[in-house]
């Protein structure tokens, strides 16, 4: 691209704009709140806000740029789709071999950035709306096999569907729940288990001590056979839609490459969701759900 300096500005009022009204919205300053936090208020979880923008130059813009695609040594390309090998040659001849390549490799850095340790507690407010959201995270460190990331994914899925049960169909206290659990590769292996509901202000404290119960009860008795076998029957037609589209090998093809793992592993995905036990959500709660260290993170609205 060239250096435009008008259309540059152009953008930069465009993201002015757009931040001024996001500074007024409680759920995207609830979400900048969270990653910053999250990330344990390193400068690279600052969120952008108006007073930086000043701050993007246009000459700094366009020598990132070109710094970041003068040398294509390590670039990674990866084809999925219905096409013959052969018909893409002289694509790649003409659109990929005359890239610049210097033949020299890139590696990342580890910039220190770590999840918080310990319990913390974290409120915050904005708007006028009588709703609140509550988002609990347990993190830590662990190892890393597909067979314990699909678990871990699954166990979140079964406590989910027994959180709903509890805090929506019989409380009737919460606008919504949900749980995810990711276990992250890089720098260091860690993972972090997310529950987040919305409800009434006044209903925060009640029903997140229902949740630790149900943390509690899952780490003594495990999921119920029930919702482990509708977590199991999911998946499965999950992984069933999931191998017709293309996106899912594309994603999963360059992660394999790019850890140095064996693609044909990927043919085992299907086995793997099928393994989930009642003592195996048990073992996970355990291993995963940490109440020693839990970040809450609370939205209410100003003036409560």
């Given at each position: 691209p060239r250096k435009?300096?008008?259309?540059?500005?152009?953008?930069?009022?465009?993201?002015?704009?757009s931040l001024a009204n996001k500074g007024k919205d409680p759920s995207s300053v609830f979400s900048d709140s969270v990653s910053y936090i999250m990330g344990n208020y390193n400068a690279r979880r600052r969120p952008l806000t108006l007073d930086?923008?000043?701050?993007?130059?246009?000459?700094?813009?366009?020598?990132?740029?070109?710094?970041?695609?003068?040398?294509?040594?390590?670039?990674?390309?990866?084809?999925?789709?219905?096409?013959?090998?052969?018909?893409?040659?002289?694509?790649?001849?003409t659109y990929i071999a005359s890239l610049p390549s210097t033949g020299t490799k890139e590696t990342w850095k580890d910039v220190g950035i770590r999840f918080p340790k310990g319990v913390?507690?974290?409120?915050?407010?904005?708007?006028?709306?009588?709703?609140?959201?509550?988002?609990?995270?347990?993190?830590?460190?662990?190892?890393?096999?597909?067979?314990?990331?699909?678990?871990?994914?699954?166990?979140?899925?079964?406590?989910?569907?027994?959180?709903?049960?509890?805090?929506?169909?019989?409380q009737g206290g919460v606008y919504s729940v949900g749980v995810g659990a990711t276990i992250f590769r890089e720098p260091i292996t860690t993972y972090s288990v997310t529950i987040s509901f919305g409800c009434a202000p006044e209903n925060v404290d009640k029903l997140t001590g229902l949740v630790i119960e149900e943390i509690k009860n899952l780490k003594a008795k495990g999921g119920t056979q029930t919702n482990v076998d509708k977590v199991i029957a999911e998946d499965t037609r999950g992984m069933q839609t999931s191998v017709k589209d293309n996106s899912y090998w594309l994603y999963n093809l360059q992660d394999k490459y790019y850890y140095n793992e064996d693609p044909k592993s990927l043919l085992q995905d299907a086995a793997l969701?099928?393994?989930l036990t009642v003592e195996r959500t048990k073992e996970l709660a355990n291993r995963y759900l940490n109440t020693e260290n839990i970040i809450k993170i609370v939205l209410m609205p100003e003036g409560k």
């Open positions: 435009d300096s008008v259309m540059f500005e152009v953008l930069k009022q465009q993201l002015t704009a930086r923008v000043d701050e993007i130059k246009l000459d700094k813009a366009f020598s990132v740029y070109q710094d970041r695609f003068s040398n294509a040594s390590d670039f990674i390309f990866t084809f999925v789709g219905n096409f013959a090998v052969d018909s893409l040659k002289p694509f790649i001849e913390i507690n974290k409120v915050i407010k904005k708007g006028s709306e009588s709703k609140s959201t509550v988002r609990l995270t347990f993190t830590g460190t662990g190892q890393y096999s597909d067979l314990e990331a699909t678990q871990l994914d699954q166990m979140a899925k079964v406590l989910e569907i027994r959180l709903r049960e509890v805090l929506r169909e019989d969701v099928r393994k």
